[in-house]
């Protein structure tokens, strides 16, 4: 392990890397502090850091008698009962830097245990929707040849024209991220509380900004019927696999060895210049205009952070089965 | 607490209860052996007992040598490295009852702390799609009075035949699952890791069958921009409330007091009677036609079962929320 | 796995084997209900019942207006602010049977992957102490070989008698319980919170009526210097043992392969039929005689009980580090 | 909280204090990174960190090939498969700098909820006694009046010259620390594995160098019979109190309301400049003299850490019950 690895996801996930997201310029520069010893794991916990180096508090000073409209600062008061003085404090997206450098750890263990690859992209901004992408060849490298991360250029060039526009508008537009993690052994996840859906669903649903989940058929599972959405058995390899993957990867919560597709939905960031109507914490009406730096769409950002979660609790499922047995190999695809 | 509080929901979830659903008859007693005295909890473990009384694995033999598509058979061998004699092993939807009953005593406890109430419905099954309740004044009453527990009576009709004809072709088919919880006091879930949603997304793909889970706006959300999605604030009672409610009751991960909504999609049932094409455990092709008694469709059974979940889920954190500060009560809903 | 392997230790533990125990006579007839077929184990959960036959709630009467000196029922009151009407609620020694139940599956595991050999002893009874047995060649069957389970049968004689007429007193007495775990792999037990010893002492001391715990010197090492405690390494087999063994089998936390030794110290028990001048729950003084069947001594009971909590420790050890990687084999012991 | 708050607690931890410890000038200064603001908790997590400004990795290199006798490096060596360069790795007694911080803010917790007061002092070294202070006006100012952290100023003297003898010898010694817990409410531990004493023995036997513990009688009670050793109930306050406290406060795991007392025995440290004959990784005989800078004798250095442990399992259970109800206030003793 090498603090490159996991540099590399911090970089793809900071702000101010293109004109589409926010122009905080956060260095985002990992420190590595215990743990290794010449790029080896010792086996005992890694200590990483991050500092914030451009920290605006002042930014936030409205928000201390207002609370933003569909954003933490009222229910934050209503759990702790306190308001922090800094923007946002625990509910600031800025946490998912650690997750990024905790998936980045549980990436390298995955790729050198069972070569497993994670892969995420934008599928849609707002209506407009990124076209199937082939899940067998698709690459962080294509995904990153557009700003918005979608691996379809003209659709992405559609994508860039629509967040500017947003941007203009002192606005804000939702979004998808999908995700293909492909050689995940067969046996991972827990029979009935930790299935692996299960697992995926609560890491992606903890991202902020996150409303929606749904593994291989998801939402269209529910308008099919069983003989059409069962994915029939064949051989593969030294094992079975599946003819199609309606079930994106997993059975009864356990991976079958097939690529682990999902879906997470991202709603429009809350705080936009734009002017709204709304009350304050005494409950009196009141204009909000956010002022400080804000993302108009956070999708391409949240890419690496989707990918994190996702090898994180690939990893953890790992680490769970070989307690019991060691995974067999995922099937092997066909070039 | 009494026996009868956790029967009741028991009774909703038992096979047999109409033409719909499976005909085996189970009874599904609850036996409570210990954790209270005189309807009392006593503050120790409450242990409940329900025997299954119409076992028959002879239904199961083929499944030995077939694993069934889209189930987990293939999948535990896989984990476990044996094969469970009877049928389905962990992975039955049987093991739902011990949700159901969990769930039931946490409801008592929210309702009778927070007069939180907890009411799903089915929403849709197959392309059927259930118009939306007035989920301020929806009940179980209202959910029961259709064996499809669709409060609509003439589109509760219409998936009835639907249901019908998918037995007859000896197929089964999809639905969703729509969940309200009202009273639930601002403060509930964690910031980061454990938000709201993300316990109850964990909640709902853990049980079988599920594929997708929404909260709030969902999926519709990554359509729309800042300015529509946010839900401004106004004042309700002492504290604050919301205009619209597309945050579905959770903002940065923590209730705020409005309703919490949510939907869950569900698979059509594996276990199909119509022959398949598939491979035994040796990758042989083969043709399955499953035996035993399964249902078409599982939705309306798994209306009390999302409930039980949901219960269980809120619970939780309001004992976590508890231990930091007393939650505030929920916001009055104007009648 | 085999209803026999767990049923020999209840019956170990099971009151009424003897004079020098209280006379419930509990028949302890464990049932199996699940995770098992044709004794095998399916990687699921096993679930285990043993009924209460010889339930006599009237005996306990006195003690809800009374709490027992030295027992839980005040502080029971103080935590649950209940009172349960059965004799001790969870506080009753008859919860241990669970613990032999589950330590009974741990050792089949234990014994299966490790050859690791669990055997504890009634090392004193009062003033009166057990010379320190052979630990290599100590076994169950010469423990059981007396019913004080002392296996040195003179000392057994003197602590007879001794509870013989502590039983006529109406009183109790106090004794020591030691254990040795042979074959346990080096690598058990985590660097910092969990260290072997922690989790032993915490096991133990969460055992009913238990004062002190000590590992290998003890309290002895208190007073000895590092040039004369420490234990020199040598080569044994493959890797390397000790001369000494004063660190009873951890070094740093972590199992080095020599037997893991401790000492377990229990109370007299503090139900006794002498009168007592105490006060009830309001503060008035008042006398306690208690009724009901009680042990003068529980030690020789304890036995199978402090074995079963040591396999549980260790077996939670040995999944922690097959996680990580296969603990190595155990240090061959020379004949 | 004020990092001051902390600081008291490291600084009395630190090594370099006095002649009898080691030389090592540690700093050790806390630096507070997030979880406050104008030192007041934000209910969010609180980073403490605290760098190491005198690091020698070359007083470490013999232990590369020889491990040392009754130390960590050769178990470590059999869990990680892997030898740290630096000294001793996670097996260095510097982790507790993390207790102590942690423990500091527990401390600050309890004393402000429930005037509880943790002092803790040496009882022994080596075969010297401390006479038993009064445990009711004891204080941290008392116990600091000796280097030793012996409340007795003639036998400190005592301990102080046998600690210096010791040094001389490039030897070292064992020794105790006893503790008391005031003002702990009722109501704290759990009724069955996490008993209060099951806490207290987990957490004093996770401090490095740590063999033994006792709480109240200890093992004093194993020689005791019930009528002696039980503690008799009386009125105090609104409350029941006990007449003696052999219980050490505990009751059923659970407390009661009268002073927490436990005692920890300390093996002494095992890295000695005298020569040791041991062998080497390989198993080839060796001798051993240790280089860097080690305490002849660690028990006054361990008070804080002593106090901290116990203050976090206090903390802990506090927070526990709190979600149960509110504990009630402690025994108010009279003067």
């Given at each position: 392990l090498h603090a490159s690895d996991i540099q590399k996801q911090l970089d793809r996930r900071?702000?101010?890397?293109?004109?589409?997201?926010?122009?905080?310029?956060?260095?985002?520069r990992v420190i590595l502090y215990s743990g290794l010893e010449r790029d080896t794991t010792l086996g005992t916990p890694i200590m990483l850091l991050v500092h914030n180096e451009d920290h605006r508090p002042g930014d936030y000073a409205q928000m201390l008698s207002v609370p933003r409209p569909s954003h933490a600062d009222y229910t934050y008061q209503a759990k702790f009962g306190i308001r922090a003085?800094?923007?946002?404090?625990?509910?600031?997206?800025?946490?998912?830097i650690g997750r990024v450098c905790g998936g980045a750890v549980a990436e390298k263990f995955l790729s050198g245990t069972f070569g497993t690859e994670i892969i995420a992209w934008v599928s849609s901004v707002g209506d407009i929707q990124t076209p199937m992408p082939d899940i067998d060849t698709l690459s962080r490298e294509i995904v990153d040849t557009t700003t918005t991360r979608c691996p379809d250029s003209s659709t992405a060039q559609r994508m860039e024209q629509l967040i500017a526009r947003t941007r203009e508008e002192q606005d804000s537009i939702g979004g998808c991220v999908m995700c293909v993690c492909r050689n995940v052994p067969p046996g991972l996840g827990e029979p009935v509380f930790d299935k692996l859906e299960a697992l995926l669903a609560h890491a992606m649903l903890s991202l902020p900004a996150t409303k929606a989940f749904e593994i291989g058929s998801g939402f269209t599972a529910t308008t099919m019927k069983g003989s059409h959405h069962n994915d029939m058995f064949v051989k593969k390899g030294d094992g079975l696999g599946t003819v199609t993957n309606n079930s994106g990867g997993v059975l009864g919560g356990i991976s079958n060895g097939e690529p682990v597709v999902f879906r997470v939905g991202f709603k429009p960031p809350a705080t936009i210049g734009k002017a709204q109507k709304t009350a304050d914490f005494t409950g009196k009406e009141t204009t909000q205009e956010a002022r400080g730096r804000h993302d108009p769409c956070v999708v391409n950002r949240a890419v690496p952070i989707v990918e994190s979660m996702a090898a994180t609790v690939l990893a953890d499922c790992a680490l769970r089965q070989q307690r019991r047995r060691q995974p067999a190999p995922p099937i092997q695809q066909q070039p």
């Open positions: 900071r702000p101010g890397q293109s004109a589409i997201s926010t122009r905080r310029s956060e260095k985002d003085q800094s923007g946002g404090g625990r509910a600031s997206a800025r946490e998912t």
